[in-house]
């Protein structure tokens, strides 16, 4: 029923039908969605992830040539520690009793 489904002029055809229904300016932006979802579909089947490949240098755990600069990053991201003053007095307060 289906045999040589794939041929040349078949495929022309689709071709020609997605151009006249998606016109010349969003057929490229089609193409391309379908593209990333075929890729996003097969890892998803595979199992495989490439976050870190996929991602910006920043991200991946780069090295910064100036060590000092992985100092100060370092620091950047510790929480202040957070201090009470000790000899803090109770601000006054005016209750009037009726």
Same mark, same amino acid.
């Given at each position: 029923?289906?045999?040589?489904?794939? /041929?040349?002029?078949? @495929?022309?055809?689709?071709?020609?039908?997605?151009?006249?229904?998606?016109? &010349?300016?969003?057929? &490229?932006?089609?193409?391309?969605?379908?593209? /990333?979802? @075929?890729?996003?579909?097969?890892?998803?089947?595979?199992?495989?992830?490439?976050?870190?490949? !996929?991602?910006?240098?920043?991200?991946?755990?780069? /090295?910064? !040539? !100036? &060590?000092?600069?992985?100092?100060?990053?370092?620091?950047?991201? /510790?929480?202040?520690?957070?201090?009470?003053?000790?000899?803090?007095?109770?601000? &006054?307060?005016?209750?009037?009793?009726?």
């Amino acid at each position: 029923m289906f045999t040589n489904i794939l /041929q040349p002029s078949h @495929l022309l055809i689709v071709l020609i039908v997605a151009l006249v229904l998606l016109g &010349p300016r969003r057929l &490229p932006e089609a193409g391309r969605a379908l593209g /990333q979802g @075929l890729k996003e579909f097969r890892n998803s089947i595979s199992g495989e992830h490439h976050e870190e490949r !996929d991602a910006p240098p920043s991200v991946r755990g780069h /090295q910064p !040539d !100036d &060590p000092r600069l992985g100092e100060s990053a370092a620091m950047a991201t /510790q929480a202040p520690e957070l201090t009470t003053p000790s000899s803090a007095t109770p601000a &006054p307060t005016n209750h009037t009793s009726i």
